[in-house]
């Protein structure tokens, strides 16, 4: 009869909003559970962002430390040679002494060369972006001892290379830059000592 009809209308209607309301909370799950997983990788690459920006700054400030540590090295390293050659030069040597006294001159215009060589390669450094990747440890440690070698130093002086513990973190740095700077306080070292550093 006609309010059976209506009455089944009316059922109807009820069921398709009720229907329409289970999409739309299924759909409002969905949602929030890809804004969550959106605001997440958001916030990792917000603390990516804070540590390059970090690792940035630090590496300006590594430079402008580098380059003032050099400067003064090699201001005293020419001053030394200098020196050398000023008593050379008034006969203040002995035939023998001189043949130390040169060898020092010679050496400390080794390291002088080498000191320009790091300073070229900053000064290059700088018209490129920092490159902070991950590095890790024992190939980058074991590429730096290879590169030891070449280093001039005084006779008798060594590098004790100790072996690596396992596990140990990558470090996260400009690995040229990274390279640079060990490489010269190792080579200073190496100035410095006639033994094993």
Known sequence: DEA??????????LFAIALNNA???RDLQQQRSELALQ???LRQQ?????QLQAASHLGQAVKGE??????????????ELLGLLRLGQGGAYSPTEAGHAFEDAFYLGQHMQALLADLSALAQAEGRDLKITAIPLTP???????RLVALPRKVGAEVSWSALEEGLPDLVADPDLLSLVLLHLIHGALYRSGSTV
């Open 4 to 13: 059976s009809q209506e009455l089944l209308e009316v059922l109807q209607h």
């Open 46 to 50: 917000a603390e990516t962002l804070v």
């Open 140 to 146: 980058f440690f074991g590429h730096l001892a290879q």
């Open 23 to 25: 999409w739309l909370f």
């Open 39 to 41: 605001a997440e990788a």
């Open 66 to 79: 580098f380059v003032a540590f050099a400067s003064q090295e090699m201001t005293r390293q020419l001053s």
